[in-house]
C-alpha cells in the first residue's frame, strides 16, 4: 500500500494517526490507523496533514517529515523507532544519527516524541512506503525541460489566457455611505 501523508491526520487530543475516508455535513469522516475505528470529527478538530509538518534545520529551509520518516526507514531497516515513553530512549542522540542537520534550539524533545510515535503508528499498519516520493523525484527532473520547450515552442498568442468563469458576475463597486452632510 502506497501511502500519500496529505490523507494522514494528526487530530488534536486524540492520540494515534487518521485517515483521511470522506468530508461530510459539517465535518470529516476518518479511520485511525490503530484500530481501523471510523468516526466523525467536527469542524472544530484541530486536524494537520502529515504532509504539511517538517523540522527546523540548521540551514534556512526546512525538513518535510516524509524525508524524515525515509530517513528512519533506512537507519532502522524496517525495525520499528525507539520507545519515546520508555526513560532510556536518548531521542536526540537518535535524531542526532538520522537527521544531523536538526536544529537542536527548535526541535523540542516534544516534537521528537511525536515524530517517533508516528513512526511506529505508520510502522504499525505498514504505511511506510511513500508514493509522492517516487512521483516528485521524476517530476523535479522533468519540469525544467518542459517549462523550457513550453516557453521556446509555444508562441504567446496560442497561450490559454485567464478567463472568468461564466456565470460569474462582475464585483459591485464599493460606495461608502455617510449620515453627515
Same mark, same amino acid.
Given at each position: 500500500?502506497?501511502?500519500?501523508?496529505?490523507?494522514?491526520?494528526?487530530?488534536?487530543?486524540?492520540?494515534?494517526?487518521?485517515? #483521511?475516508?470522506?468530508?461530510?455535513?459539517?465535518?470529516?469522516?476518518?479511520?485511525?490507523?490503530?484500530?481501523?475505528?471510523?468516526?466523525?470529527?467536527?469542524?472544530?478538530?484541530?486536524?494537520?496533514?502529515?504532509?504539511?509538518?517538517?523540522?527546523?534545520?540548521?540551514?534556512?529551509?526546512?525538513?518535510?517529515?516524509?524525508?524524515?520518516?525515509?530517513?528512519?526507514?533506512?537507519?532502522?531497516?524496517?525495525?520499528?523507532?525507539?520507545?519515546?515513553?520508555?526513560?532510556?530512549?536518548?531521542?536526540?542522540?537518535?535524531?542526532?544519527?538520522?537527521?544531523?542537520? #536538526?536544529?537542536?534550539?527548535?526541535?523540542?524533545?516534544?516534537?521528537?516524541?511525536?515524530?517517533?510515535?508516528?513512526?511506529?503508528?505508520?510502522?504499525?499498519?505498514?504505511?511506510?512506503?511513500?508514493?509522492?516520493?517516487?512521483?516528485?523525484?521524476?517530476? +523535479?527532473?522533468?519540469?525544467?525541460?518542459?517549462?523550457? +520547450?513550453?516557453?521556446?515552442?509555444?508562441?504567446?498568442?496560442?497561450?490559454?489566457?485567464?478567463?472568468?468563469?461564466?456565470?460569474?458576475?462582475?464585483?459591485?463597486?464599493?460606495?461608502?455611505? +455617510?449620515?453627515?452632510?
Amino acid at each position: 500500500m502506497k501511502t500519500d501523508l496529505t490523507k494522514i491526520l494528526s487530530i488534536g487530543g486524540q492520540p494515534g494517526l487518521y485517515l #483521511y475516508l470522506a468530508q461530510s455535513n459539517g465535518g470529516v469522516v476518518v479511520e485511525s490507523l490503530m484500530d481501523k475505528q471510523r468516526k466523525w470529527t467536527g469542524p472544530s478538530a484541530r486536524m494537520t496533514a502529515l504532509s504539511d509538518i517538517s523540522v527546523y534545520t540548521q540551514e534556512e529551509d526546512e525538513l518535510p517529515l516524509q524525508d524524515i520518516f525515509i530517513r528512519m526507514k533506512e537507519h532502522l531497516k524496517d525495525a520499528p523507532a525507539p520507545d519515546p515513553r520508555s526513560k532510556d530512549t536518548d531521542m536526540p542522540g537518535f535524531f542526532e544519527t538520522v537527521i544531523p542537520e #536538526y536544529d537542536r534550539e527548535r526541535f523540542y524533545a516534544s516534537h521528537m516524541k511525536k515524530v517517533l510515535e508516528w513512526y511506529n503508528v505508520l510502522h504499525a499498519a505498514d504505511a511506510l512506503d511513500f508514493e509522492v516520493a517516487e512521483e516528485e523525484a521524476k517530476e +523535479t527532473e522533468e519540469e525544467p525541460a518542459k517549462a523550457a +520547450t513550453a516557453r521556446t515552442t509555444t508562441p504567446a498568442a496560442a497561450r490559454p489566457v485567464a478567463t472568468k468563469p461564466a456565470g460569474v458576475k462582475a464585483a459591485k463597486p464599493v460606495t461608502k455611505h +455617510t449620515t453627515q452632510k
